[in-house]
């Protein structure tokens, strides 16, 4: 359904934006001087699950660094524990020698998000709050914040620890000021999608669309939910699936063409245009030069690298049924999504 959804979204903005929007992709040029960032990746995909015996997928991955990677969902793996039905975890870990099942199996639905401030203090949202701080794993209690049963906090960003914010189905916003967690109101016909943020001031942006198709920024700061942008209408390049902060005034924003909206005038400006029927599910930026976005089409996985300078676009290889989550750290990435009934991660590292 969520493809569905997707692929509904992206050919109505590819409609749109072929005929007005041009690839602002620098031509490369024997003069030209060095990348500040180097795009010339390598590429390795793995696959984890018991296909014959249920689904596994990824939803979202955290690299610390080369070797110390999370990627979350729910996944079954076999175990001698479990000879028939194999062993389930939600989250898989790389230690730089080999990938394990960590921890124990917390929600049957898997672990839809994760950001981590360090090693010692990461934050999960398996449809409420999940924290491990420090070697111990603690459900945050949302008992008593009037949750229907199809509303979910799925997707999880963190300055510190006393600014904590989730975002979901429903119209899901949620925030944690080192106390306790609050539910923020806001209009139930939107889902949120992506969340993004600055660790200098603080302040988060979240991205959600509803059933039109129409896509809102959200502006998150001192437990408060500001609309910053609603798209007018669904025939517009300038709607959304994935948002990320490039810089401290900029969002970059995917689904068909990237564009950039900035916080501070709401100048928008279309700045890359993908090859067609390319749509973006996720994207994260580890710095103003070294910008991810991961989406596909109808023949491969695809990741779109901006470096400060250009942009380039990749055909990745393990080809998804349904891709779902990038995050990055310095000469490393992840893309996470659910492939042939399995659970599949691609890594993508700088040459």
């Known amino acids: 359904m969520r493809i569905k959804l997707l692929l509904e979204v992206i050919f109505l903005c590819i409609s749109f934006s072929a005929f007005s929007c041009k690839s602002s992709t620098e031509p490369e040029s024997k003069n030209a001087p060095p990348d500040s960032t180097s795009q010339d990746f390598t590429f390795e995909v793995k696959r984890f699950g018991l296909s014959n015996l249920s689904s596994s997928i990824f939803f979202d991955v955290w690299l610390f660094d080369?070797?110390?990677?999370?990627?979350?969902?729910?996944?079954?793996?076999?175990?001698?524990?479990?000879?028939?039905?194999?062993?389930?975890?939600?989250?898989?870990?790389?230690?730089?020698?080999?990938?394990?099942?960590?921890?124990?199996?917390?929600?049957?639905?898997?672990?839809?998000?994760?950001?981590?401030?360090?090693?010692?203090?990461?934050?999960?949202?398996?449809?409420?709050?999940?924290?491990?701080?420090?070697?111990?794993?603690?459900?945050?209690?949302?008992?008593?914040?009037?949750?229907?049963?199809?509303?979910?906090?799925?997707?999880?960003?963190?300055?510190?620890?006393?600014?904590?914010?989730?975002?979901?189905?429903?119209?899901?916003?949620?925030?944690?000021?080192?106390?306790?967690?609050?539910?923020?109101?806001?209009?139930?016909?939107?889902?949120?999608?992506?969340?993004?943020?600055?660790?200098?001031t603080g302040v988060s942006y979240a991205l959600a669309l509803n059933t039109q198709y129409q896509t809102k920024i959200v502006k998150l700061q001192n437990s408060k939910a500001e609309v910053i942008y609603t798209s007018q209408s669904q025939n517009t390049e300038f709607n959304?699936?994935?948002?990320?902060?490039?810089?401290?005034?900029?969002?970059?924003?995917?689904?068909?063409?990237?564009?950039?909206?900035?916080?501070?005038?709401?100048?928008?400006?279309?700045?890359?245009?993908?090859?067609?029927?390319?749509?973006?599910v996720s994207s994260f930026a580890v710095s103003p030069k070294d910008i991810y976005f991961y989406g596909f089409n109808e023949i491969s996985d695809v990741l779109v690298h901006y470096n400060g300078k250009r942009f380039k676009e990749f055909a990745l290889p393990g080809r998804s049924d349904n891709p779902e989550g990038i995050k990055a750290a310095t000469n490393i990435a992840a893309a996470v999504s659910f492939a042939g009934n399995q659970a599949q991660i691609i890594t993508i590292k700088r040459r």
């Open 66 to 200: 080369e070797n110390n990677i999370w990627a979350v969902g729910d996944v079954t793996l076999q175990d001698t524990s479990e000879p028939v039905n194999g062993k389930e975890y939600n989250i898989m870990q790389w230690n730089g020698k080999e990938w394990k099942g960590r921890g124990k199996l917390f929600n049957s639905a898997g672990i839809h998000g994760i950001w981590a401030l360090d090693t010692g203090r990461v934050y999960m949202s398996p449809g409420i709050a999940l924290v491990y701080k420090r070697g111990e794993y603690k459900w945050a209690d949302f008992s008593k914040m009037g949750f229907e049963n199809w509303q979910s906090m799925d997707r999880i960003w963190a300055s510190s620890e006393d600014n904590v914010w989730g975002v979901g189905r429903g119209g899901i916003v949620m925030h944690f000021d080192g106390q306790e967690w609050k539910r923020i109101n806001f209009d139930q016909q939107w889902y949120f999608y992506s969340i993004t943020g600055s660790k200098t």
């Open 240 to 280: 959304g699936w994935t948002l990320t902060l490039a810089n401290e005034k900029e969002l970059f924003i995917g689904n068909g063409p990237i564009w950039k909206f900035n916080v501070e005038t709401k100048a928008m400006q279309v700045v890359f245009t993908p090859s067609p029927t390319i749509g973006f």
